[in-house]
């Protein structure tokens, strides 16, 4: 596997600095018992992992769905509709007659799934969402296209600041993270039960959520300011994360904590900049992936923008072998789903270039690719995204075992959905 070729810090961090854009925040029985505790293991890119001895390896387990294709199945596709199943792209449109090339995205090329989000950055219009009416149609639609398969579609509902579904276009308010965080398992159960049933309600089979960064700096303008952290004590993050995805799985929707490996001691939006969190991170923030991972809780992880000098001083996590291969999927024993932030971040695309950041982001260990297709619109996204994807297989860089597996991944996470 190829490994991300070096880079100055230096030059990265000029790279990104400046850059500017809109905010798009990306995004059941309560527990009775604490999670048992596990001190993580990272490494440096130099180092020697280490597995934690008692972590629990694998995938989520979910009862089979006999309209869910086969792994032989989906292996027998056309290596272009297998990379599409690695994409999760994002679209204008409240139904699907709105955007003509997302419906033959998914029905003709086999996209994997779609994100909504409630407004448009460029125009600042309604982008998905108007109404729970309007919502089911749209899903319900999108669904149809990809009848024999399972469709992934996603949203950010975490609540508070990040809430796409909210009480202006007719669903019911939802508190912060940090509103709730502090008060028990049984408020905890609670608010995450109303955020599941509403996206089950809507049709919708994925949250970006919930965020298990610890508020570690509550200045941070990505997560503490904005009340997007449950504590900044690592085990409360854990235990009330826990009830929030069992929450989910009650309604039959699959989560993706975020943000590996922990943003939560960051001073910059990674939506305006890769935040560098090399002299403030700890290895408490990690904690809560390594106890959820004992606990058997963990659905998906996704893999943010941050450089991380402790772990890999080259790249950002998202774009990290050293970070995704090693300190996640070797040291935490974790081979499920990884999902990247979006990759359509300026600060991604500025400092190493649209398709190399594709690549390195594949070759790191990430199964899904997110695109949110907001700070630069392109209705050809997903065509682009498989023309390179595909080019790197015929070239060598990536291969189509490494594709496969990840569809494998996503196939075990979504079977039932």
Not at 122 to 136: H, L, M, T, W
Request: glycine residues 10%.
């Amino acid at each position: 596997m190829t490994e991300p070729a070096p880079i100055a810090r230096r030059t990265f961090l000029r790279g990104i600095a400046g850059l500017a854009g809109g905010l798009v925040l990306s995004a059941c029985a309560p527990a009775s018992t604490p999670l048992p505790s596990v001190a993580a293991t990272v490494s440096s890119s130099a180092g020697s992992p280490t597995p934690p001895p008692t972590a629990t390896p694998g995938t989520p387990s979910a009862p089979p769905a006999s309209s869910a294709p086969s792994a032989t199945a989906t292996a027998a596709l056309p290596l272009r509709q297998r990379i599409a199943r690695l994409l999760i792209v994002g679209f204008r449109g409240l139904t699907v007659d709105d955007a003509p090339w997302i419906r033959k995205a998914i029905a003709d090329d086999g996209l994997g799934g779609v994100i909504l989000f409630d407004r448009d950055q460029a125009s600042g219009g309604a982008r998905n969402v108007k109404s729970p009416a309007q919502v089911r149609k749209l899903t319900a639609d999108l669904r149809a296209l990809a009848p024999h398969r399972p469709l992934i579609i996603g949203i950010d509902q975490e609540g508070g600041v990040v809430t796409r579904l909210s009480p202006k276009y007719g669903y019911p308010a939802v508190e912060s993270e940090a509103a709730v965080g502090e008060r028990g398992d049984a408020a905890i159960g609670v608010w995450a039960s109303g955020i599941a049933a509403t996206l089950a309600d809507a049709g919708i089979n994925y949250n970006f959520a919930p965020v298990v960064d610890v508020n570690v700096n509550p200045t941070n303008p990505a997560i503490g300011a904005l009340d997007r952290s449950f504590s900044a004590d690592a085990q409360t993050v854990a235990q009330d994360a826990a009830v929030a995805i069992r929450a989910h799985r009650a309604a039959g929707v699959r989560t993706a904590m975020k943000h590996f490996p922990g943003l939560g001691s960051a001073s910059t939006n990674t939506d305006f900049g890769v935040a560098d969190v090399t002299a403030t991170w700890s290895v408490k923030e990690i904690d809560p992936y390594g106890e959820l991972l004992v606990a058997g809780l963990v659905d998906s992880i996704m893999v943010g923008h941050i450089v991380n000098g402790q772990i890999d001083p080259n790249a950002p996590a998202s774009l990290s072998s050293a970070t995704v291969n090693i300190s996640l999927r070797r040291n935490l024993a974790w081979d499920g789903v990884c999902v990247t932030d979006d990759m359509g971040a300026a600060a991604i695309t500025e400092a190493f270039g649209f398709a190399d950041a594709i690549g390195l982001a594949l070759e790191a260990g990430n199964d899904l690719l997110l695109f949110a297709n907001q700070q630069s619109y392109d209705a050809k996204l997903p065509g682009k995204v498989i023309d390179i994807v595909e080019g790197f297989v015929n070239s060598g860089r990536l291969t189509e075992a490494q594709i496969d597996h990840s569809i494998e991944r996503i196939e075990a996470l979504f079977a039932d959905r």
